[in-house]
């Protein structure tokens, strides 16, 4: 009798485990075009961490073609001006910033003639 409540309560244990994980879904990474802005402009500004930065350029964004095209271009200007923090709050030497902010115009052009 033991055995068989022990078994029913491992099942009923199992079960209440599977439906929850089916039920809460894995946070997704779904940055928009607006908060992409501001990190850009925190960037030229001296205002972003460098964890602000990791995360941006680390993470592939697959719902939106446009900022995933901004991404890679940050990832090529963060490979050839990056110089980490500095007094000044700049991750970016200053050809690195003047590059930042062509693709910061861009993206705003790009967002002003979608809507």
Avoid at 54 to 76: G, W
Wanted: hydrophobic share 45%.
């Amino acid at each position: 009798m033991l055995l068989l409540v022990s078994v029913a309560l491992s099942v009923l244990i199992s079960v209440a485990v599977f439906t929850v994980l089916l039920w809460v879904r894995t946070p997704h990474y779904q940055l928009q075009p607006e908060q992409v802005i501001q990190l850009l402009e925190w960037m030229i500004l001296g205002q972003a961490t460098e964890n602000d930065w990791r995360v941006f350029c680390d993470y592939p964004i697959r719902h939106n073609d446009l900022l995933e095209q901004v991404r890679h271009s940050c990832i090529e200007i963060d490979e050839k001006y990056y110089i980490g923090d500095t007094r000044a709050g700049h991750l970016l030497n200053r050809l690195g910033l003047e590059r930042l902010g062509e693709v910061l115009d861009s993206l705003k052009q790009a967002i002003q003639t979608k809507d």
